[in-house]
């Protein structure tokens, strides 16, 4: 393949001698499609030396396609040709012109990845190969086979947007030429890019494809209504004509006699965008009322809304369709003023206002980050729409394997519309369709989701995980005390309200865990026959450098918090520190290291671990087990998940105890719980027409809260096993629990579960 870079470019005398005059018009024409010179016009932009690299691209793709045809007939290197001229019109890179030239050559001629490296670069060959499906690997279904090719390149395209901007280019000049694929083919393609390519152009702002993919796909999924459709809009442009213009001339006016520059449009509603319109909302076409209007183009932001006065002045607006997405961009960066005025004859004309730069970022979205690039180089338009959701399709992947399933998510997560709600003070805020109250507070400030207890939504408490409606207006409750739940992250659906919650609640263990560490060190300290920890102060600093150079922690806190965790064991930090101690003259205690080693296990030290409750994501409470105040208990400080509190006759704590014993600490109820505990109880019960409401009474009596109640499966017998998670302050609450079930008719037996073998 070394001589392929030598080559004339494909189409240079491929139409031969002896053609009658119409075939070698056909042949010329194909020739002339298939050449560089087609391309050479929209690099301009390019250095030389770039420009020279994308011949060199061509000449090899064109070599590589050599003998393809499309099927209208023209040579295959029409098409990549045509890919990277919309490529071009975006201003995209060289390398990216070179993947779009290439972009098939993987795929269709048996050129590699090596190849493409050796010959162009690895970034070049990256893009290629995010661009190409996976054909060669065995799927079971085409659907499946599909789901992975899809989230290979959703991936390729996190890493590297470039990839999803050919692809999209791409796409759209096989749409234009679908009527050349065999028709039996137009469903499968038209509906896979109306429900996959044409919400990824939008959600990346790239309206103008958007809008072209769903009139393409619109035209061969359903033919006859597209012409109907295009015929009426037609008729309807020309018996307007007189109207429009009579608009267009009183709006110049108007702006002259202000003293305004503006540049004015006409805009036309899409096909899909009017036949979608009369299907969700069960309109004839004459209801349509906003098939046309215009757009103002203006120098800067303040000018946007004079010139809003000035029209609102000029004709009455209607009211209700104001919309203010300056103030408030679209979550894809679209930013516009829109408002449909009253105009002559009664007829609504919408206006939408913006400036130059909304105008390329409304058209191209984040292709407007390359179309900027040479007039602003600080311009982030590209990464401020996109990184957010390029990032959230890195987070799905890492929590989901299964490609249709990672596919799903994207659908449902990545693609919402948005709704518009207020605060208590009328400030309107942008949140995705299906937010929740919790993500209100949190798109906020962050403090104020933290601290969030309640809400209420147009004056009416609700729970916090109801999800908001367009026109709510929402007020949050905050409390000082408060704190993020966990329960949280299943249903936020911003990254913003879910990045914040995981944080606190890091940052939350982290601080709790350093708590710990301190007690769990102090306590094995003891033991060596020193009363307290030395001091964090000049008189110690050797010491407590020598201690962190042992353990490899940074810090002090590091190596408390690491304790906490269980990522160390204290009493071989307390050994190594007694001994620093003993060799700065410090003697230890011979009492109290006696009384420590030898009579921990019959009473808890002053140096045990006191549970009350209020500990957080520092101590979990074992579930195979569910221990409550009254229990007797132990502590084992599992490897980086804290101390697991587990009940002393727990078989799970005993096998650990037999592996890992010197892992366990020393632990025990504080006299005051702060709070409840769950445990688990099952109850044998006849089974008979309100048993459970009867049972549920008679728990609620006994003042204990159900949090989980689970039934058997089987088919109902006689009697049937009800097992419930319930709240209890204590030991003697749980048995007045259980003597309150054990009176209630029909409960046959109830007994505390117990502990999983």
């Not at 890919?83 to 972009?103: F, I, P, T, Y």
């Not at 679209?330 to 449909?340: E, F, I």
């Not at 033991?527 to 407590?544: R, S, T, V």
């Not at 017998?717 to 309150?740: C, E, G, K, P």
């Amino acid at each position: 393949m070394g001589a392929v870079l030598n080559l004339t470019p494909a189409g240079s005398g491929r139409a031969s001698t002896g053609l009658n005059p119409g075939e070698a018009s056909v042949a010329a024409a194909n020739a002339a499609a298939a050449s560089f010179a087609a391309l050479t016009a929209k690099l301009d932009y390019l250095e030389p030396s770039e420009a020279e690299q994308v011949r060199l691209a061509y000449r090899y793709a064109d070599q590589a396609h050599l003998g393809q045809l499309r099927n209208n007939g023209e040579p295959y290197i029409t098409h990549p040709i045509a890919v990277a001229a919309q490529c071009a019109e975006w201003k995209l890179d060289a390398q990216a012109l070179m993947a779009a030239l290439l972009h098939d050559a993987m795929e269709d001629c048996g050129i590699t990845k090596p190849d493409l490296i050796e010959r162009f670069g690895a970034p070049v060959a990256e893009l290629v190969d995010g661009l190409t499906k996976l054909e060669k690997l065995q799927f079971t279904t085409r659907e499946e086979n599909q789901a992975e090719s899809f989230r290979k390149m959703l991936l390729a395209m996190a890493r590297d947007v470039r990839v999803i901007l050919i692809k999209l280019a791409d796409r759209t000049h096989n749409m234009r030429t679908l009527s050349d694929v065999p028709r039996e083919k137009w469903g499968r393609i038209s509906s896979e890019t109306l429900d996959i390519y044409a919400p990824i152009a939008h959600r990346l702002g790239l309206n103008q494809t958007y809008r072209e993919l769903q009139d393409l796909s619109f035209s061969h999924l359903r033919p006859w209504r597209y012409s109907v459709l295009s015929k009426a809009v037609a008729k309807a442009r020309s018996r307007r004509r007189d109207l429009i213009q009579k608009v267009q001339r009183d709006v110049e006016a108007v702006f002259s006699a202000a003293g305004m520059q503006v540049r004015i449009s006409g805009r036309e509603k899409s096909l899909y965008s009017i036949y979608s319109k009369m299907n969700d909302k069960h309109l004839s076409f004459a209801q349509v009322t906003d098939i046309y209007g215009f757009r103002v183009i203006l120098s800067d932001i303040p000018d946007c809304y004079k010139a809003l006065g000035v029209l609102h002045q000029l004709y009455k607006p209607v009211p209700g369709k104001f919309k203010d997405h300056i103030a408030i961009a679209k979550v894809n960066g679209y930013q516009s003023l829109h408002t449909t005025l009253v105009g002559p004859s009664g007829v609504n004309v919408e206006f939408q206002l913006r400036t130059e730069g909304m105008n390329v970022v409304a058209e191209s979205g984040i292709a407007a980050h390359w179309l900027y690039k040479a007039s602003e180089p600080g311009d982030a338009t590209g990464e401020r729409m996109g990184s957010k959701w390029l990032q959230s399709l890195l987070e799905i992947q890492y929590e989901t394997h299964d490609a249709a399933e990672f596919w799903d998510h994207v659908k449902v997560d990545l693609f919402p519309d948005a709704v518009y709600v207020f605060t208590p003070r009328s400030q309107i805020m942008a949140l995705p369709r299906g937010a929740t109250v919790v993500d209100f507070a949190y798109s906020i400030h962050s403090n104020v989701g933290d601290r969030t207890v309640a809400a209420k939504i147009n004056g009416e408490q609700v729970p916090l995980r109801t999800e908001l409606k367009n026109g709510d207006v929402i007020e949050i409750i905050t409390a000082p005390v408060s704190a993020p739940n966990p329960a949280w992250l299943g249903f936020v659906r911003t990254g913003r309200a879910r990045s914040k919650i995981r944080h606190h609640l890091k940052t939350l263990a982290y601080a709790e865990s350093q708590g710990l560490g301190e007690k769990l060190l102090t306590q094995a300290l003891r033991a060596e026959g020193m009363e307290k920890l030395p001091d964090n102060d000049a008189a110690h600093q050797a010491i407590w450098d020598k201690l962190l150079r042992f353990t490899g922690s940074r810090n002090r806190e590091e190596l408390l918090t690491d304790l906490g965790l269980g990522k160390r064991i204290a009493s071989i930090v307390a050994k190594r520190l007694m001994t620093l101690l003993s060799e700065g003259g410090e003697k230890p205690n011979a009492v109290l290291m006696t009384r420590e080693r030898y009579t921990a296990h019959d009473h808890v030290s002053q140096g045990a671990v006191t549970l009350d409750g209020s500990e957080n994501a520092s101590v979990q409470f074992a579930q195979c087990c569910r221990p409550v105040p009254g229990d007797e208990i132990v502590g084992y400080l599992g490897r980086g998940e804290g101390l697991v509190v587990h009940t002393s006759d727990c078989a799970v704590a005993r096998r650990l105890q037999h592996k890992d014993s010197e892992r366990f600490i020393t632990v025990g109820w504080s006299d005051e719980p702060v709070r409840t505990f769950e445990t688990c109880i099952v109850t044998t019960v006849h089974n008979g027409k309100g048993v459970l409401a009867r049972v549920a009474a008679a728990l609620a009596a006994a003042e204990a809260d159900i949090t989980h109640i689970d039934m058997s499966d089987e088919i109902a017998q006689d009697a049937t096993d009800l097992r419930f998670v319930i709240a209890v302050r204590d030991r003697a609450h749980l048995d007045s629990v259980l003597r309150n079930l054990k009176r209630t008719p029909s409960v046959l037996k109830v007994v505390r579960a117990a502990p999983a073998a």
